[in-house]
């Protein structure tokens, strides 16, 4: 089974500053790999994906992660974080043949913009 | 385009009260369901999930029940409310094809009192 590992349960960094939240995960075969945002008292949002093809995505926001399958891990980076990046990151990891199984989820990451 | 609505956005209950959740979803059919929990300070728990009508799968045995009633209708359900069921109920829903991309509601706040 596959299982993800956020490295840091919060991550407070100064606006205009560069961040960068990590995400590993454990699979024995092939994934797709999501990060998620969600905002206080709202859903989730889709940050980025990777599915295939180039190792390093671009999302919304100004957020890019990359793929790094010898070290199985997807972190997501932005050069210069807004007080309105203050919110919960989640990773999540799918298997490429997933047939109907869910998403399974990191403990989320809680970043923190300081003014 | 595909849009999922969740109601109530909050609800008050006191303990032993029953449950009723919903969310539906518009714009796409066959969906698979989800039903996700957070309680606070921590992630998100898959509580149940459905592949079609009548079809649910539990992730966690507890004192909540899930009924898809129509293809795109999910509901949660408790006879009688405990306190530990507090939190942030998320629904979400994703294509039968294509990569597993989940796509969420806006969530429900349940406060039992």
């Known amino acids: 089974a596959q299982s993800v590992t956020q490295l840091d349960s919060q991550v407070p960094v100064f606006e205009e500053a560069p961040v960068e939240l990590r995400c590993n995960y454990s699979s024995s075969v092939s994934v797709y790999l999501f990060w998620y945002v969600q905002y206080p008292n709202q859903g989730l949002q889709l940050l980025l994906k990777y599915l295939s093809g180039s190792t390093l995505v671009k999302g919304i926001n100004g957020f890019e992660a990359e793929f790094n399958k010898s070290q199985t891990s997807f972190h997501l980076r932005k050069p210069s974080v807004h007080i309105s990046d203050t919110a919960e990151y989640f990773c999540?990891?799918?298997?490429?043949?997933?047939?109907?199984?869910?998403?399974?989820f990191g403990k989320g990451t809680r970043l923190s913009v300081i003014a | 385009s595909q849009t999922i609505h969740q109601w109530p956005a909050t609800l008050v209950q006191p303990v032993g009260s029953p449950l009723s959740l919903e969310c539906t979803v518009e714009g796409t059919s066959n969906p698979n369901l989800y039903w996700y929990r957070q309680a606070a300070g921590r992630g998100l728990q898959l509580l149940f999930y459905s592949v079609g009508i009548g079809q649910i799968s539990s992730e966690v045995p507890q004192n909540l029940s899930a009924s898809r009633p129509q293809d795109r209708q999910f509901i949660l359900s408790s006879k009688k409310l405990l306190l530990s069921d507090s939190g942030f109920y998320l629904c979400?829903?994703?294509?039968?094809?294509?990569?597993?991309?989940?796509?969420f509601g806006p969530g429900t706040r349940l406060t039992v009192l």
């Open positions: 979400a829903w994703r294509s039968r094809t294509g990569p597993n991309e989940q796509f």
């Open positions: 999540a990891v799918s298997l490429r043949q997933s047939g109907n199984t869910p998403l399974v």
